[in-house]
């Protein structure tokens, strides 16, 4: 596409979490500073909540990549929607634990917590310890967040055998809010709100990924580009990437070696008919559905 035209060797507005460009914004660095000082303190609960596109899921992978050197085992778990016993059985997994998956739910849950619990000693005693992270969690189940909690009570009386990092969408603190939940709410010692990138870091956001795919000419986006980036996408990285890309595209299609305001306008315009065009068919799949069960219906009814 692009790539040859500027010099670049690969796609730097990738929506996919690559940690090589992680970019350390003021809320970036800050967040991923109280995790590793929580995590290193022995904290057994710590909680990072963003919107959605804040880069949540990045975050969480350049911290597994910052253990990767110390003393640690981790666990990345990026699928809430678990039961109980499911998201048990997902940690014995991460943590090698066999186990046989043959009896009742309940001489299940005991053998697999016994299990785990064995494992994290072994762990403790070799000096080792365990972060599980966990990803979208505004979507676990209550009774699965309940499980999750009896996990922080294995313990020894000198440390937590397992730290857990939640990341999710503000609406976990709603879930934390309800009463059910008052419990694994009181847990969690550390707490922070990942924010998007404001306008006086965004050129820097920009100009980074740029040089890790390998441009190295002068300022490839106008000032005027990028004002006009930020105000549409309130700094959200996600939104920043997709306006970037399409923004490229269309400099590369017109034959031009800059970004201007221009681009981004249009690059704009097509992101709102292609949401346009979503509503659209959505609207028609849902008329057709509603159709089908109405003739479905008349058809019982006369029959």
Known sequence: MYLQYFNMTEMPFSLLPDTSFF????SFKEALNVLLVAIRSGEGFVKVTGEVGTGKTMLCR??????EDENSITVYIPNPFLAPNQLRMALADELGVKYLDNASDDVTSYRLMSDVTKKLMEYNDAGKRVIVCLDEVQAMPVETLEA????SNIETEKN????????GQPELDERLDNNCN?????????SYKLEP???KRLSGYINHRLKIAGYSGDDLFSKKAIDKIHKSS?????IVNTLCNKALILAFGQGQRNVISKHVKQAINDIEEEKNHNKIILTVVLATFVAVVVVLLLWVLIK
């Open 23 to 26: 970019y350390e914004s003021d």
């Open 62 to 67: 350049k911290l597994l990549n910052c253990l």
């Open 148 to 151: 999750l909690r009896l996990f």
């Open 160 to 167: 937590k055998l397992m730290q857990i990092i939640l990341f």
């Open 182 to 190: 008052r419990q694994l709410k009181q847990r969690i010692s550390f």
């Open 197 to 199: 990138v404001d306008r």
């Open 234 to 238: 309130n700094g959200v990285p996600r």
